[in-house]
């Protein structure tokens, strides 16, 4: 009963107070760096999960974190589905070179301006292209994917945010291949959508999985999960 009261006060607010925001250009100071959103690209401020796994990137990248890896020399990070592009723009402040893909051309555009905004441009790659096309025969040590996660066709470029059909199966099938030796990837999953779903095709495609992270936002529960090749 909770959950539904909060679930309908949150969809309440949306409706009232924010969906406006994410129709005009929206210029943000979001996590310490600046942030412009276009009208189309998912913005992070407006729901709760991108903070979740801002938050947890900002605790782990000290040096015993699961991001680690990234303080190396030559270490290199990939996030595919990137949005406005703010996880990347955070994983550039500290990583010598990171790529960030999404299949939305708003999306890119947007990304690659807060990579400018924020000075991080000569570590930010930003890349169109649908999940693992635009990385192909590339590996990284860090993959990071906060997928749509509801199992439905989208109708709109801007529902391939919330929506997809194979998305689950293709990421995992496809994650080994680029990954170095060692490579792990996070992602964020919601109780609202097919978590089961997703954590069977991880099992299916060989990898090992593990919770990182949880966080109760009474609506939902978040959870982001450690993918590494079984050994």
Known sequence: MKRLLWRTLLTARYVLFQRQRA????????????LVVLPGVFHPALYRTTPVFLRWIERELHPNGELRALEAAGATALEIGTGSGILATRLATVCQRVVATDISKDAVRCAR??????????????RHGDLYEPVSGE???V??????????????MTERAFFATD???RFAAGLQQHLVDHGRGF??????????GFLRSFRDAGLET????????VSEFITIYRLSAER
């Open 113 to 126: 301006v807060n990579a400018l905004l924020n000075r991080v441009e000569h570590r930010m790659d930003v």
């Open 187 to 196: 992602v964020l999953l919601s109780s609202d959508g097919d978590e089961t």
């Open 23 to 34: 129709k005009r250009v929206v210029l943000e100071n979001f996590g310490g760096l600046k």
């Open 139 to 141: 590996r990284f040590e």
């Open 167 to 169: 998305i689950r199966d």
């Open 210 to 217: 593990a919770a990182v992270h949880r966080a109760n936002l």
């Open 143 to 156: 993959v990071l994917f906060s997928p749509p996660y509801f199992r439905r066709e989208p109708t709109t």
